[in-house]
């Protein structure tokens, strides 16, 4: 784990990585790791994801495969026909052309839209191969090949940045891409996958951006950030921690995974 604060930013945490993990793989678990898309299938859906909802994402990549039925067919579509497919997703107008684009890209680059030789290429080479992508950074590059292919790949998003920085795991002043780094050489990859789904959870309902509730945090008596939050007047959190052990009875949700028709609001 990496600790020179020049070199990576770092803070000294009041809880570990592992310790956060398990804490809240307990609270929010278990993870399903098998439901995925094929490669060049989640790089679409990442692009749709881009700047919106997993809900709204999804009904546009229904509505994508529902009109064209195969990427192949999306790469020959006129953009015009493509963008009406996918206007729930929210910007429509740019993510059509850069779909295509993108699609026709990996065709020219690789003969075929089947991505799986990724998975057979150190991880830093599939990373700048995907990376080379109209759109395409280090957190797409990231989902694409852990969601898709399995691979330990680390992709911070907003709501994992967040986490990060309030349990002083990167400082204040890291880029969310030099946390990609950061956090990739940190945590080992047989938990990469476990770390990117509780802590977006984590993020999404508890370490929320404007009201974190600290009252319900299984890392609370760990943060270093708690007793900043609990100190604002109308701020959750005063009371002891809430900690869950036991794991849910379903598998929690993915987060960047299409979701089926009657999960959609």
Not at 97 to 106: A, E, H, S, T
Not at 126 to 137: D, E, H, S, V, Y
Not at 244 to 262: I, S, W
Request: charged share 20%; proline share 8%; glycine share 8%.
């Amino acid at each position: 784990m990496p600790t020179d604060l020049h070199l990576t930013g770092r803070l000294e945490p009041g809880v570990s990585i592992d310790d956060a993990i398990r804490l809240m793989s307990a609270r929010y678990g278990p993870f399903d790791e098998k439901p995925r898309l094929e490669p060049a299938r989640e790089v679409v859906f990442t692009i749709l994801s881009q700047h919106t909802s997993d809900a709204n994402s999804s009904r546009a990549f229904r509505r994508l495969m529902d009109r064209f039925g195969t990427l192949e067919a999306v790469a020959l579509a006129d953009v015009a026909q493509i963008e009406k497919a996918i206007i729930p997703g929210g910007l429509a107008r740019v993510k059509a052309p850069r779909i295509k684009q993108v699609l026709n890209l990996v065709l020219e680059l690789n003969g075929s839209l089947d991505l799986s030789f990724l998975q057979e290429m150190p991880l830093d080479e599939a990373k700048a191969w995907l990376r080379q992508l109209p759109g395409i950074g280090p957190k797409s590059a990231g989902i694409i090949l852990c969601f898709s292919l399995g691979m330990p790949a680390m992709a911070i998003d907003t709501h994992i940045y967040r986490v990060c920085q309030r349990l002083g795991l990167i400082g204040s002043k890291v880029t969310a891409d030099k946390a990609h780094d950061i956090m990739e050489a940190a945590v080992v990859p047989e938990q990469v996958f476990e770390f990117h789904v509780s802590f977006i959870t984590h993020g999404r309902q508890v370490c929320k951006a404007q009201r974190p509730c600290c009252g319900e945090c299984v890392v609370a008596d760990g943060c270093p950030s708690r007793d900043q939050f609990v100190a604002q007047e109308g701020v959750p959190g005063s009371e002891a921690p809430v900690i869950a052990d036991r794991r849910a009875a379903t598998p929690t949700q993915l987060p960047h995974f299409p979701q089926a028709e009657g999960n959609t609001p």
